[in-house]
């Protein structure tokens, strides 16, 4: 069994089996993998000497794998609200919290749509803001304007919850050791080495986003920051991944079963299924099916 790191022993101490607790996602993503984690941590080594998340978005499968690295976790995404978030709850939760209480007790539409278009500067307070935002948008969705970076998604007619005292404690601990940063995919890929774990879970394209294509885009859920994850990324991503293997990392990339995946990514090892995607875009051109065919590519050191 793989022994928890110093950070872990003082997660867990209270338990008699700490290999068995999981801390659950504080943030709802779009693409979250909370449910699919049956089908990535079969591939994921059973020790890892440091972590590497270039697509952090919810963290879900970071959170679920964290007690088998023994070295640093480095998370990243380009989203920097988002990234706000993950450090003031590792380094400031005595200040988020009652910034998260604040918007709880204050929380209505027109709160809502009244918070959209502030921009805070500070990092706790961007961070309490995209907490807010995310939790209680339409269908939990994060997406920026391309030009002027600003979030732009409806209300979703739900309450505010925060986050549990207890979820925000267990996550500072678990957190403590964390790299976290808003950085490009590629520099994060970079300073993985022998021994260490890549978990991507890049932004799915557009069905029809190969240039080219003559048909329109049956989805555009690769919008989660002003700058859009496109084709041209998705190439670069399949050449550091062979790049990976190469120089001994092992790695898991999650996506949509298509060819284009399939093609960029031949000759590594694919497990292919179908599963529920309850997400809707919002008009019902842009509706995914219920029934979703997802790939997870497999690459191991060479």
Known sequence: MTQPSRAQKQLFQSSENWSEIRVKPFIRWVGGKSRLLPRILPHVPEQ????????????????????????????????????????????????????????????????????????????????????????????????????????????????????????????????????????????????????????????????????????????KFNKYTAKVFGYQDLVDLAGLCRELSDRGVSWVMSNRDVELIRDLFSGFKFERFTTHRALAAQSRREVESHRSPEIIVVGEPK
């Open 48 to 219: 890892i000497k440091n972590y590497h998340e270039p697509f952090l978005g919810g963290g879900a499968v970071f959170l679920a794998c964290a007690s088998r690295v023994s070295g640093c976790a480095r998370l990243a995404d380009l989203n920097d609200h988002l990234v706000s978030a993950w450090v003031a709850v590792r380094d400031h939760q005595a200040e988020l919290r009652p910034l998260l209480d604040w918007y709880q007790a204050n929380d209505s539409k027109d709160f809502y749509y009244q918070i959209r278009t502030e921009s805070p500067t500070g990092l706790v307070e961007k961070a309490a803001r995209f907490l807010y935002l995310n939790s209680v948008s339409w269908n939990h969705l994060w997406r920026e304007n391309s030009k002027t970076g600003a979030m732009n998604v409806p209300w979703g007619d739900r309450s505010f919850k925060g986050i549990a005292p207890e979820t925000m404690e267990m996550l500072g601990r678990l957190l403590v050791s964390a790299d976290i940063r808003a950085i490009d995919f590629r520099d994060v890929i970079r300073e993985a080495g022998s021994g260490d774990f890549v978990y991507l879970d890049p932004p799915y394209l557009p069905i029809f986003s190969k240039p080219g294509s003559e048909r329109e885009p049956t989805a």
